[in-house]
């Protein structure tokens, strides 16, 4: 049982002191949706190994009054499994796959282009000893280029990337949380991707009425503003330009996907439309 309530979180931090990595991002919310308080043992990427006690080379990982719990989907499962009289994190076991489904999903529609773009940003963040360590390792995942060079790249594509969130917006349009009316698991995942982007985004990147503003800000202000670090970016405020792209589906996208069939009433605006009939009244 946890030691006066309360986790020992070893964090990947950036030089400001916020949470550079997405998995430890979701496993400090997991640790609040149980009710813990985090005792968090700072550190960035170079020495890890060490910190751990040479337990792992990877984090996020956690302390339970002794016992060490390495891996974010690890930690929510063992979470739920040690303490299942608290709030429950993943449920039915239906959970796990979509959710990793949507995070997957995510991770290649917003990360992928996001980690280009921020990639200069992402360095430059980062502890000042890391910097020697990102600049390389990620020259090497992205196939020997320079840093500068892609996020040159990337910027010029930012407005690219929220036309490609609309099947998110879709899934959030009528409800309070992925989870229902609380947050579960698949929020913190997701969120965890934004989290992790205003973490190192010079440049917001969704522009400041994307409707999944709501959804984000409520995430981000759970739990005394756990996503809301000052080292933090906006995410909102991205600046289209001539030529850019819709960023998103202005008054509400129409199809069997994305609406209800209740009767006529429910569908006669998009009958209209693909019968031509909305435009010989107009």
């Not at 600049?135 to 090497?140: C, D, G, L, V």
Request: a negative charge.
């Amino acid at each position: 049982m946890a030691k006066n309530n309360t986790i020992t979180l070893y964090d990947l931090q950036l030089a400001s002191g916020c949470t550079i990595s997405p998995f430890v991002w979701a496993t400090k919310y997991a640790l609040k949706h149980k009710g813990f308080d985090l005792d968090i043992v700072a550190g960035g990427f170079t020495g890890i190994l060490e910190r751990t006690g040479g337990r792992s080379e990877r984090l996020p990982v956690i302390v339970d009054d002794g016992e060490f719990v390495l891996d974010s989907w690890l930690i929510a499962e063992y979470l739920d499994r040690k303490y299942p009289d608290r709030p429950t994190l993943i449920g039915d076991p239906g959970i796990k796959p979509l959710t990793e489904f949507v995070e997957q999903w995510l991770w290649r529609t917003a990360i992928g282009p996001w980690f280009q773009a921020f990639i200069v940003d992402y360095r430059d963040r980062s502890l000042p000893q890391d910097h020697q360590y990102v600049t390389e390792s990620r020259e090497r995942m992205l196939g020997g280029r320079k840093l500068e060079e892609v996020s040159k790249e990337g910027r010029a594509k930012l407005a690219q990337v929220p036309p490609t969130l609309e099947p998110f917006r879709q899934i959030l349009k009528d409800r309070k949380w992925l989870g229902g009316d609380q947050p579960n698991y698949a929020d913190y995942r997701a969120l965890s991707v934004f989290l992790w982007c205003a973490s190192v985004a010079a440049t917001p990147p969704l522009t400041d009425d994307d409707p999944l503003r709501d959804w984000v800000d409520r995430g981000f202000d759970l739990y005394g503003g756990l996503g809301r670090h000052p080292g933090m970016s906006p995410m909102f405020g991205l600046q289209l330009k001539e030529g850019d792209p819709e960023p998103f589906v202005k008054g509400g996208a129409m199809g069997g996907l994305a609406t209800r069939n209740t009767g006529p009433q429910s569908t006669k605006a998009e009958t209209d439309r693909i019968t031509g009939k909305a435009k010989a009244d107009a």
